[in-house]
């Protein structure tokens, strides 16, 4: 095995997808420049969703509860209590670290359909009590965050409402999770992961503690998700109930599929594709989710592993 | 056993019982298992076999009895716990990892075993010596599920070497193997038998004549008859139970 040189292929290109997105900043017209900071910070949702999904072979339905977990441990430790930028960022991440592990515990005494059921049903418990404690979360309205508190201080004022800043504070975030999640898949642990989900019974009786192996990756899986929780609530200064809903657990799962489960940089294209999908729909039907669906039943059939699980089993086999 | 034993045993069943609903599968099975020692554990079809080595390897439970391993009682003890502690089990029913490569298959035990090591070059050198050993170094970036039959058989058992065990429980690893491939066989189990001890279960009585210490022949979830390979050949009551008159051709 030339360990090295795949290494090297493998980070190469890496780079060259983020020199691409930075490079994008420029060049993108304002409405798609937003869109594209969006498409990131999601983007790094279906890669936290991704670590336990493609990888760990665990099929939850309920990761919105990690996404609302961070995006209102930063939203509402800024509206009431004042947390700056990073502390909020910080608390929000934490919340959803917390919550992963606690629902992992709980959750994966269950496995396969059971295990997609009680992740949903937790998941509607948490939607619902951000709508029945409305006076602290807004309830279906949410809460704005106020422009004067999405400026972050690091010696100079970066003003996340500007739409650079915000692109580039996207792009920074992306860049961290595709390197995390990377490392991870490439680690002894990600080795593990995937032998769970190829085999756990075979994975136990190799002497590992698969339930303790899960959990982790539950826990790394629903913390990623929260940082994309969090920036999404800094970056676009909106906390509201409708993205722990169950159509949010959905989607990343649909990102992931498109574009390729256990693909490293699968859940960024996945996530591009969808948008560009849904977005030249609408612009000239009202049916949009119709196609939309077609799209998605058309890639179920002739292209299951999605697109890069298609051409990493077709051509690039180096692919992580 | 008559007279005091040189050693302490490796493995020790105290009443062993399994029960499927009203079946009982292994029926207070007492068993002691030296170290050093290739035992085989012989016995017609549903003679609780391999549902005996499945509750020391930890996949099922004992409904009752203890299972001491080392001194120790482990009869509660989760089944990676026990790897942990030196008891392999490779497969009956070939459970490689198909999708992975045969390197990554070997890889998983191997940083298992590695304590300190979080160097890659560790588990890299780990997983040629047993690849080595079975002679499929060669064959280290192939997907493991496109190995032929035989050489998965052999991939299964490096993996299973690759745990370093001081038990190594071999569930009908020769099933399915060419004459050629069980003669290769033979030679590693001799190999492996240098640094730890061997539970086999077979079908295939030359091996066993050939390769065993000692036999443990199971009937009905009970053990008939326990011995050297000479002693069960002469024994009337496995002949009756499980041989045929005369040569052995049970499989």
Redesign the interface.
Known sequence: ?S?DDRSAKVYALHLAVLAVLFALNFVLPAYYHGLMARIMVLAVFAMGYNVLFGYAGLLSLGHAMFFAAGMYGTGLTIVHFGFSVPLAFVSGIACGAVLAFVIGLLALRTSGVAFMIVTMMFAQVFALSLIYFAGWTGGDQGLVIPQPARILNLGAAFDLTDPTVRYMAALALFAAALFATLALVRS?HG??L??IR??E??????????FANKLAAVTASGTISAAAGAAFALLFGYVGANFAGVQYSILPLLWVLLGGAATTLGPLLGTLVMYVVTDTASSFTSAWLLIVGVVLILLVLFFPKGILGTLRARWLGWLP | MIGPLPMDPLLVTKGLTRRFGGLKAVDGVDFTLMPGEIRAVIGPNGAGKTTFVSMVCGRVLPSAGMILFDGGDITDMPPHSRVRQGIAYTFQITSVFPNLSVYDNVALPVQRTLTDGRSRGAIHTGVLTALEKVGLADRAAMQAGQLAYGHQRLLEVAMGLALKPRLLILDEPTQGLSDAEIEDFVRLVRTVAEDATVLLIEHNMPLVMQLADRITVFDAGRVLAEGTPEQIRSDAAVQAAYLGTGAGEAA
């Open positions: 095995m360990g002894r080795r593990v995937v032998a190829e085999n019974e075979r994975t136990k009786m190799l002497g590992y503690d698969t």
